[in-house]
């Protein structure tokens, strides 16, 4: 059993941060709340080297982030699921490059 399905929590509202990515695209954060009032921030740097992802950071795909409650997607086929989100974020935080 993974953590989101342990503790039932859920994704309510996700959005991205292009405030500080660099020409390149890297740099985009990601917002995600969940229904348990925590929030989790990271880059999606990590992702770069996945097409759909890859679309996002260069700016060819603009679309917005959804959320249906337990991942992320775009239209674009990008998606992460809770778990994954979590352990980015958990790989960022050991490695000093966490938001």
Known sequence: MTMSEQSKVNITEVWLDTAGCNQNGMGIILNVDLNNGAC????????IDDLHFADILHGRYRGEPKTDGGRVYWDNGASLSLDEMIAILQIQRKTGTAV
């Open 40 to 47: 989790m921030t990271f880059s999606l740097d990590s992702k």
